[in-house]
């Protein structure tokens, strides 16, 4: 599959982290929560987001850990989203899949935003929150990325390459925060969501669309 004319990257967080997000504006890496957090759920692994703070470089930025950066999928329905909704016991949180939403924006739009605030940003051709990876921080790489993978509705199980399952999580990193106005749509799973998200943007600035998007989820 050729590189999207205009890829989109997602971003999942609980419901109830959209108040605190909207009220500052941005989100934040974990570097950054780690001085002033935000309010809601962690719903990441926590053994995987210290090993990106403390462990994980990116190669094409000097002395850039991944956990300085905010992390976005570039599609919902993300590998991590099935570990939620199975409710893997690495993690802390044990919700399930409905009460997350996918915050979707615009690559292009994104890396400008990097390039006009100085801000450093990369992508991954698998999971950065493993201990190999590769790293790249050209636009002209974006071929780099197996696209295939990532748009792969079936990503294990029998006659399924491990290749899919690693480029499936393939990840776009923006060095310390990313601006809310930049999210140009609310995915979430059924009706029920929407209120509590648009209860979320009462009086703000920015109000991006919401959909239900049965699909994006497991």
Request: hydrophobic share 40%.
């Amino acid at each position: 599959m050729p590189v999207p004319a205009q890829p989109k990257i997602y971003r999942i967080v609980h419901v109830d982290r959209l108040p605190s997000i909207i009220a500052a504006g941005q989100m934040l890496s974990d570097s950054e929560m780690l001085k002033t957090p935000l309010g809601g759920t962690n719903i990441g692994m926590d053994k995987i987001k210290a090993r990106r703070l403390n462990e994980l470089k990116l190669s094409c930025h000097q002395n850039l850990y991944i956990g300085q950066c905010v992390p976005f999928y570039f599609c919902p329905r993300s590998i991590m989203l099935y570990l939620i909704h199975m409710r893997n016991p690495e993690l802390t949180y044990q919700g399930g899949q409905q009460p997350i939403v996918h915050l979707e924006a615009d690559l292009h739009a994104a890396i400008a935003w990097a390039q006009a605030n100085d801000r450093r940003w990369a992508f991954t051709l698998s999971n950065a929150g493993a201990y190999y990876f590769e790293d790249r921080c050209d636009l002209a790489r974006l071929g780099d990325i197996n696209w295939d993978a990532v748009n792969a509705r079936q990503w294990s199980g029998n006659g399924v390459s491990r290749l899919i399952k690693e480029g499936k999580q393939a990840e776009f990193l923006i060095e310390q925060a990313f601006p809310w106005r930049l999210v140009e749509r609310i995915g979430v799973f059924s009706q029920s969501y929407v209120s509590p998200v648009s209860n979320a943007m009462q009086g703000a600035a920015h109000r991006p669309r919401i959909e239900i998007r049965r699909e994006w989820y497991y």
